[in-house]
């Protein structure tokens, strides 16, 4: 697998005392270290400074989480939970791993094999959109 110039270079940074509201899709890797209040999708690696504040999804490759996110996180490869750090809501990842004193609040899906994650995640969050539905 090739690496792309993407992994290893910041290609988007929103910077502490900004503040974002609606959802955002982004290519490449992204830090946040202000406040977002919507969705963050990218293709890539992102990294939630420790003064930033996201209410809503996330989606990407990978996540580091520093900060608060009051959302659920779905990332393809791994995500990370620093300590002093807090996630209300769920985590799905092939890899998840936590520091001490890290909040976390919701279900966890953490499968190595590809295809019983890929499974089961699709189950779950098919249920959730149902369930989304079925409160409004």
Known sequence: MALRIDDIS?????G???AITGNIKINGFVRIDGDI??????DGNIIIGENA???GNIKAKSVIVGGIVLGNIEAA???KVLSASAVVG?????KVQVEQDAIIHGHFISIKDEQKFSKISDEYLQAVAIKQKVSL
């Not at 769920?90 to 092939?94: A, L, N």
């Open 90 to 94: 769920d985590i799905i990842s092939h």
């Open 53 to 55: 504040r996201i209410r």
């Open 16 to 18: 502490q005392g900004s």
């Open 37 to 42: 209040d919507g969705n963050l999708e990218t």
């Open 10 to 14: 910041i290609n988007t940074i929103l």
């Open 77 to 79: 490869q791994s995500i």
